[in-house]
């Protein structure tokens, strides 16, 4: 550093006698002068200092803007020096060197999509580097949580699923503002939260749609996932072509019968299942033996996923005109089918399962053959 003072300086005073420029040296972020005291003042940068906006830009990049100050021995600021600004990655704007202006400062913005080491350099003198670091990505991810068959994407339409959207960094949950993307022209949905949140939408249509969730933070980090889910088309709403009823007393055939009512509401609690649909009280009844005799008008039908195959059963008689049976998810395969693998079954918070209604398809009591459509529901509890 000596040997480049002194012939910066024999130069300086080969052009002009009696004036000498000073070199540079760069001390935690300044530029001092290393060489003779003498020299002219108003000739001589003296300190430098190379300051920036920020010192972290969002996980993708961005704008920074970087200043070189320069100060005389006077500690007056030098204009019309030209200082060249060096980056390991990205591109400045406007193109370096820069002059410093009449308050002694040289600006430039630097553009970059990674972390970045930044140098300035006046009058053949380095600075040690700045470094302009990049934040992290979150990591988003986007689950269908709804769930028909393990391991499988094909979702019934019409039914309000479930997505769950988590943000985390290191295992921390990150805050910020979710846009879901549903991928099948419908408006997405906006909301903040941290860390995960739950939203359903309702697949009109069957066909495959990418749901993308792009979490933004408060500084503008961004960070995206996606996943693909397959929604079934079709009245039934969940493919029951080869579900196997388990009891020997359900009539197997009910699966094929023809479709001639539409379940028009479901609500489930902890004491009852209740299914309405449009052929309720219209289906022709029959005498159910003592000694519980009496009219009954259909059957009430559920169905599940276990180990990948669909299984229905048959839960409850229902008398002409009735919605309500007084059963519970503990009851559907306990008290009610009682077959295995049903028997043992119960369905599980958020765990997709078929209801369908029928005219009465259990122990020889058929009128009709008729069935409602099976639709999807998830369950609530």
């Not at 530029?31 to 300051?51: E, H, K, R, Y």
């Not at 991810?141 to 393990?150: E, K, S, Y």
């Not at 008398?319 to 369905?347: D, F, H, L």
Request: charged share 15%; glycine share 12%; net charge neutral.
């Amino acid at each position: 550093m000596i040997r480049v003072s002194r012939l910066l300086s024999i130069r300086a005073t080969a052009q002009k006698p009696g004036l000498v420029l000073a070199c540079l040296v760069l001390v935690a972020g300044m530029f001092s002068s290393a060489c003779d005291s003498s020299t002219a003042p108003s000739l001589v940068v003296q300190n430098a200092i190379l300051t920036l906006a920020s010192t972290q830009l969002p996980s993708q990049g961005g704008t920074i803007t970087i200043v070189a100050g320069l100060t005389n021995g006077s500690g007056k600021p030098m204009p019309g020096v030209a200082v060249t600004f060096t980056t390991t990655n990205g591109t400045f704007t406007p193109a370096t060197p820069v002059t410093t202006d009449a308050s002694g400062q040289a600006s430039v913005t630097l553009t970059t999509t990674g972390s970045a080491s930044v140098k300035a350099s006046a009058m053949g003198v380095e600075t040690v580097a700045s470094t302009v670091s990049v934040k992290s990505p979150a990591t988003v991810t986007v689950t269908a949580t709804g769930t028909l068959t393990p391991g499988s994407t094909e979702y019934p339409n019409g039914v309000a699923l479930p997505f769950q959207f988590t943000a985390k960094r290191s295992g921390t949950d990150v805050p910020g503002t979710l846009v879901a993307e549903w991928g099948d022209g419908t408006a997405n949905a906006t909301v903040s939260f941290t860390g995960t949140t739950t939203l359903t939408h309702t697949f009109a249509k069957g066909g495959t749609y990418t749901v993308k969730g792009t979490v933004t933070e408060s500084d503008t980090s961004r960070a995206t996932s996606s996943t693909s889910v397959k929604v079934r088309e079709g009245l039934d709403q969940i493919d029951i072509s080869k579900a196997i009823m388990v009891s020997p007393m359900d009539d197997e055939g009910v699966t094929k019968w023809p479709i001639k009512s539409e379940i028009t509401s479901i609500y489930v609690d902890g004491g009852q299942t209740c299914l309405d649909h449009t052929m309720n009280g219209k289906w022709p009844m029959i005498i159910f033996e003592p000694p519980d005799g009496g009219p009954l008008e259909g059957t009430h039908i559920i169905f599940a996923s276990i180990g990948g195959q669909i299984y229905g059963g048959v839960y409850d008689y229902y008398r002409p005109g009735q919605t309500c049976k007084g059963t519970n998810k503990w009851q559907y395969g306990e008290e009610q089918i009682r077959s295995a693998p049903m028997g043992s079954w119960v369905p599980a918070q958020g765990e997709i399962v078929g209801f369908m209604v029928s005219t009465p398809a259990r122990g020889g009591y058929n009128t009709i053959n008729e069935r409602s459509y099976v639709k999807a529901f998830v369950f609530p509890y």
